[in-house]
């Protein structure tokens, strides 16, 4: 799909790898202005040798303190991506203090202090704006081993609708989207067994995961970015409709 996203600033968090990166190439080459966010610099490297017009910002998002520090001066952005996320998968009686903090540091405070950040400098310009939370089928579905996932998850959700609730007076739309499983290094971590890989696809009507190929699952991710009229728009869909 051709969006132009000429003359805007987008911030894409988790844009070392899998979709983030993605997003990040497709935003640039849709000519926007792109910080890229998230905590491997090696990443970052190839990513700006990849796409030269590329800002990047290194920092450990579960850091509340470096993550004020690194984005303070990251001047106005109209759209932001918040896609960083960690996926640790355990059995629920095995599931770990250090695990559960982890994981809602990155998955959801994170995406309270970026979209906070962000949105101050939305409404203080009162430019509007366009934030899109990558959240998860998991929100929804009961999985095997991903309790504490599945629950960063749905609290991404209620959060995504707190925020279009707070945030659309000031013309900022807030959206979720919710992707199956993509085969990225995270959806690989969960999904390599083929007995697990067929009870999912078995329960998705097209019969494969999101993201192949993975263009299908930006075209979703672009147009939730940039379109819509409203003033403030919630909607969250579930790419290839899981059924549980
Ligand atoms: P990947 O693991 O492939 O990439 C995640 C990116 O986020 C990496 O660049 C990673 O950096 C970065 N990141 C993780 N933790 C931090 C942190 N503390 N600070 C800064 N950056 C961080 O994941 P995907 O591309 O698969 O997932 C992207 C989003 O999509 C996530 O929100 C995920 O929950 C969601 N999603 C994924 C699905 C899937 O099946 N893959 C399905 C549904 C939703 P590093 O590698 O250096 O840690």
């Known amino acids: 799909m051709e969006v132009s996203f000429r ?3 987008a911030l894409v968090t988790g844009a070392g790898k899998g979709i983030g990166r993605d997003l990040v190439l497709a935003l640039a080459h849709g000519g926007a202005k792109v910080t890229a966010v998230t905590r491997t ?7 700006v040798q990849e796409c030269p017009s590329i800002t990047p910002v290194c920092v450990d998002l579960a850091d509340w303190g470096a993550t004020e520090a690194a984005l303070k001066d990251i001047g106005p952005i109209d759209l932001l991506v918040n896609n960083a996320a960690c996926a640790k998968l355990q059995p ?3 599931v770990t203090q250090d695990q559960f903090e982890q994981s809602f540091s990155v998955n ?7 979209s906070q950040i962000v949105a101050r400098g939305m409404k203080a310009r009162g430019s509007g704006g366009s934030i899109v939370n990558v959240s998860s089928q998991a929100s929804q579905c009961a999985l095997r081993d991903h309790a504490v996932y599945c629950a960063t998850k749905g609290a991404v959700d209620m959060l995504t609708k707190v925020m279009a609730l ?6 900022i739309r807030v ?6 499983v993509v085969l990225t290094q995270m959806g690989r971590l969960g999904w390599s067994d083929p007995e697990k890989v067929k009870t999912m696809t078995s329960r998705i009507p097209l019969g494969r995961f999101a993201g192949q190929p993975l263009q299908h699952l930006q075209a979703v ?7 819509g009229s409203q003033p403030y728009l919630y909607k969250h869909i579930v790419q290839n409709c899981c059924e549980f």
Request: aromatic fraction near 8%; hydrophobic fraction near 45%; proline fraction near 5%.
């Open 92 to 94: 629920f009686l095995e």
């Open 175 to 180: 959206n979720a989207v919710n992707p199956t």
């Open 7 to 9: 003359g805007k600033h």
């Open 108 to 114: 959801v405070k994170a995406v309270l202090q970026v």
């Open 221 to 227: 991710f672009l147009s939730f970015i940039s379109s």
């Open 41 to 47: 610099q090696a990443d970052l490297n190839s990513l």
């Open 166 to 171: 707070e945030l659309g007076p000031h013309q």
